[in-house]
């Protein structure tokens, strides 16, 4: 069986920045309120007049991830592209970022849709392919365009999300590299589905008139009922990838924990009894984008100078459907 890792990152955040300032003009809300509850102080926002789109971001983003891992575009067996807000319904981003980049080798492309758990979704499903030996070098992608779906009209969802981008290339190891990915856990709970839902646009309730003239087309979250399973999911799972991998808390360098509220990233560190450095947050920037806050963050780590080759990295998401997953790697 062969091992995978994590070879490449790159990421994409649109330029145009939206403060919490900004949004108390349009909505009856102010920076203390969205701050102290969220710990989001800004978010980017998509340009929509192009170049800025999801698989727009994928591109730029992709380029750095093969630069850094030395690859050429046909190097890439698989694209997995999750997102809630891919380019159009078809063809899939996957397939659009494919002919993007120039890929001529016939690549599988898919889409993946799971949410604020699509990325790391991606990252098991490839590694579980990298070690069978279907696939050597699998690009997977995070990249959201949520300002799109959000309702701006809604002060208690329009004030949580942004736009942005992050990817990885993930392939098959050297047999002397000390780098792989250990362990991982993927998993969903349909009955939390209405907690975070956008039931319209779909074959059940195609887009009519009235939607937009309601504004029932948009997402819609009850935020306190995510919240709850939100902080025991992820512990949950943190826990799981450690024993799988025989790994205690103590020995876990950095969680990248999925970006949605700075309350529920505290509370699931109390739970695990993981000190507050080991802890990557950027959420005050970013705000929630969905399935590109783990890889955004992660990435910025590695630059920042926190994250290092031999580090042992959990991340671990939750989103709507309700999907989670998380991933243990030595980086
Ligand atoms: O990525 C997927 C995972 N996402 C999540 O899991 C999100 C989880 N949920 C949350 O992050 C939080 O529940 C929210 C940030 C969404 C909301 O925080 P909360 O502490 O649960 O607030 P709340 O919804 O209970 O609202 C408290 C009060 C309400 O007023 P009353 O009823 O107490 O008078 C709201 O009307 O705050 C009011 N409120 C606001 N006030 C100012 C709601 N939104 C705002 C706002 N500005 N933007």
Redesign the pocket.
Known sequence: MYKSKIKGTGIYLPKKVMTNDDLSKT????DE??FT??GIRERRICSTEGGEFPTDMALNAAKDCLAEAKLEPNDIDMILFASVTPDAKLPNSACILQTKLGITNKCAALDIAA??SGFVYGINMADSMIKTGMVKNVLVVGSEMLSREVNWED??IC??FGDGCGAAIIGRNDEDDQSEVLSGILGADGTGAEF?DQPVGGSVEPIAQSHLDNRTHFMQ?K??D??KV?TRTLADNAKTVMKRAGVSMDEIDWLVP?Q??I??IETTGKLLGIPDEKVIVNIGKYG?T?AATIPIAFYEAIKEGKIKRGDLVLFDA???GLTSGATLLRY
Not at 27 to 30: A, D, K, M, P, R
């Open positions: 909505v009856e809300t102010n309120w969205i509850r969220t949410a604020c002060r208690s004030i949580l975070f979250m935020g306190r995510m919240f939100a999925h949605a509220n309350r529920i929630n969905s939750f989103g709507a």
